[in-house]
């Protein structure tokens, strides 16, 4: 290994969704918190398990909905009234009826967007590299394995006592990963 | 009121039933005095009744059906509930025979003189007649008094056993009866409340009717969910997560309603066509102006604004309060939709309304609630009952 080895943290398998589930409570209650959990498929209740917060995305949606429908509004209300006023079929100028198709799929149009980048900043994706890769044992995190990560710019973190944790809460294969 | 946790039966349903029972004639012997007062009156004021209730009916043998065909597994729980709401399908057909002898009063398409002078009505006359009108609300009573009767029997027939067939009868039974509940609904949207303007057609109207119905079932089961869990029946399998999914399932529905309303105003609205603007042109005048406003306010933007909150779906007595207001709302629909053809100035409310709203309901309550507590109160046997108890939104 080169000079510049880099330790990026810990791993630790566990048995079963539920064995993951609890560890995640365990961890939580310890006062972990830059720690995430890796399973294979969904596990209900992880959110709570592990303390994450509600999701910001939603308010993010509404914000952005309503920012994008104001605009939409305010777009036509310039275009047909002050910009360019033109009489169509003997109707107001300011016909909101008409404005409704156009208000309402900015509106859409701006949550959804507004909702996908929210989404990749909130979780950091697209993410190309990650110093768990280094960890062999890993890989099983997409087929039958079931882990607890934790980070080393965690508060808690401690090579000693971390490790003694992770294996007190029935962890197995404890494993420091570090790569370049 | 007793209930028996162990086999989930209402052993004693206590006054209840009588009460709204009794309830419901003295309703009905009220709105009879209307008639003798104000016959024009009453029978709008009956019809509005009528179709406020039995849209419900209908929005529960809908929601039963849908359930089968997705093969909920969260709904299992309620599923009873709804399929008992559909109980009073038959009574209401017994409460549509007065309107027959009201079809003067109500539609213009009923007087032989009229359509005669009338080239539109004469072209339509092969359709709306009194003749035909019976028949076909005769058919669409016994294909939604057969579906729901039906489904409820191959529901409580699992309640002794479950087998692979009783699943396999009740969804085989949702798909061609959902085509045949939607082909009925339409017209039968068409026949009690379009035809009310018989110059007037709108071909979205029957999803308009729909839709309303299903808003209202939505709001209906919170408030009988709500109202059962007061009095300690399935406090422990309806929980939270339920009361959040029907929240959801209505907010998504107020926003349907307000799309096929807003699509069938729009249309008519940019084409402007005298005969098509004429029924919006009703609802304009006067005070109506004032109820149409409410409609659109009340029945959108409102409940929208509310149950758009997570907070809210998830707090059964906030959602129940918005529950109990969405259903007023649906009742104001359906006053908007028929009581404009009768009062052309603007708006005459009368007792006549509330007589004949509650004396249906009366019977509507007593038919759903005698179904209700003569079976379990939830499908027992149904093999995803565990996994809906247990269900937790994501």
Redesign the interface.
């Known amino acids: 290994m080169s000079a510049r080895t880099q330790v990026y943290g810990m791993i630790a398998e566990f048995e079963s969704p539920g064995a993951l589930l609890s560890a995640a409570e365990k961890m939580r209650d310890a006062g972990y918190t830059t720690f995430d959990c890796h399973s294979p498929f969904?596990i209900?209740?992880m959110d709570t398990a592990m303390g994450l917060k509600r999701s910001i995305v939603?308010y993010v949606a509404?914000i952005c909905g309503l920012a994008g429908g104001s605009f939409g509004l305010a777009l036509q209300w310039w275009t047909s009234v002050v910009d360019y006023p033109l009489v169509i079929?003997?109707k107001p100028f300011f016909s909101y009826?008409?404005f409704?198709?156009v208000t309402f799929a900015l509106t859409v149009l701006c949550a959804a967007i507004g909702v996908v980048i929210a989404m990749l900043v909130t979780n950091g994706l697209p993410r190309l590299f990650h110093g768990w890769f280094y960890s062999s044992r890993f890989t099983r995190f997409s087929n039958d394995g079931f882990f607890v990560s934790v980070e080393v710019g965690d508060k808690r973190y401690d090579p000693v006592k971390t490790k003694a944790f992770l294996e007190s809460i029935g962890g197995t294969h404890v494993e420091v990963v570090q790569g370049e | 009121m007793k209930f028996d946790p162990a086999t989930y039966k209402i052993t004693d349903g206590g006054k209840f039933g009588r009460i709204m029972l009794v309830t419901g004639l003295i309703g009905l012997a009220l709105a009879a005095v209307g008639f003798a007062v104000d016959r024009e009156h009453f029978f709008f004021a009956y019809l509005t009744a009528f179709t406020f209730w039995v849209t419900i009916a209908l929005g529960a043998l809908f929601f039963v059906m849908l359930q089968h065909l997705t093969s909920s597994t969260w709904s299992v729980v309620i599923r009873r509930i709804v399929e008992s709401l559909t109980a009073p399908l038959p009574w209401l057909f017994l409460l549509f025979i007065p309107l027959l002898f009201g079809l003067h009063q109500l539609y213009e398409w009923s007087h032989a003189d009229v359509v005669a002078a009338d080239a539109v009505l004469k072209a339509k006359s092969g359709f709306l007649n009194p003749t035909f009108f019976t028949i076909r609300a005769v058919v669409y009573f016994a294909v939604w008094c057969g579906l729901a009767h039906f489904l409820y029997h191959a529901s409580v027939a699992q309640d002794s056993g479950h087998r692979e067939e009783h699943r396999k009868r009740m969804r085989t039974l949702s798909a061609p009866g959902m085509i045949i509940f939607v082909i009925t609904t339409t017209f039968a949207g068409w026949d009690w409340l379009m035809s009310l303007d018989p110059h007037w057609y709108s071909t979205i109207f029957g999803v308009y009717f729909f839709s309303g119905g299903l808003w209202a079932i939505l709001a209906t089961i919170v408030i009988v969910v709500a109202l059962l869990q007061r009095r300690g029946v399935l406090t422990k399998e309806i929980t939270v997560e339920h009361y959040h999914d029907l929240g959801k399932l209505l907010f998504g529905f107020t926003i349907f309603w307000t799309y096929i309303g807003?699509s069938q105003?729009?249309l008519q609205?940019?084409a402007?066509i005298p005969e098509e603007t004429k029924w919006y042109l009703n609802r304009w005048v006067g005070s109506w102006k004032a109820v149409s406003m409410v409609i659109l306010w009340g029945h959108f933007v409102l409940p929208f604004g509310i149950l758009?909150f997570?907070g809210v779906k998830r707090s059964p007595r906030l959602l129940m309060i918005m529950a109990v207001y969405c259903v007023v709302m649906h009742w104001v629909d359906h006053y908007w939709m028929a009581f404009p053809t009768l009062n052309k100035d603007g708006v005459h409310f009368s007792w006549i309304e509330i007589a004949a709203t509650v004396g249906i309901g009366g019977i509507f309550v007593w038919a759903f609630w005698t179904k209700f507590i003569s079976r379990a109160v939830i499908p027992v046997a149904d093999p995803h009952l565990n996994e809906s108890i247990n269900f937790?939104n994501?």
Do not use: D, E
């Open positions: 969904p209900h209740g939603g509404g079929s003997g009826q008409a409704v198709p | 807003f105003y729009f609205w940019y402007n758009i997570r937790r994501m």
